[in-house]
């Protein structure tokens, strides 16, 4: 019924940055949230940024200031910009939406930062 497709990851130095996309298809009528979440090798998978339909955001500690997540209502896409990254950034990022009472799962895209 849907679909996540993301995009914008790749390897970027310290202090550089990213905007990562991820769009959603499909009948969509409503949208409760998106949110991004990362898994680094070796460690579980944790909570990034989120939005909700009515705009509120809401961040780890260790992104705020350096990371936003905004919305194209018109293209059901949610992007992540990220600034100022850091090596402790590198991971693989995935798109995770609740649409119509189910959770939905993009199929990740890798960030690797070097310093």
């Known amino acids: 019924q849907v679909q996540l497709v993301e995009s914008g990851g790749g390897l970027v130095q310290s202090g550089g940055s990213l905007r990562l996309s991820c769009a959603a298809s499909?009948?969509?009528?409503?949208?409760?949230?998106v949110a991004w979440y990362r898994q680094a090798p070796g460690k579980q998978r944790e909570f990034v940024a989120r939005?909700?339909?009515?705009?509120?955001?809401d961040y780890q500690d260790s992104v705020k200031g350096r990371f936003a997540i905004s919305r194209d209502n018109a293209k059901n896409t949610v992007y992540l910009q990220m600034n100022n990254l850091k090596p402790e950034d590198t991971a693989v990022y995935y798109c995770?939406?609740?649409?119509?009472?189910?959770?939905?799962w993009g199929q990740g895209t890798r960030v690797t930062v070097s310093s």
């Open positions: 939005i909700t339909s009515g705009g509120n955001t």
């Open positions: 995770n939406a609740v649409i119509h009472y189910e959770y939905y």
């Open positions: 499909g009948n969509i009528f409503s949208i409760n949230y």
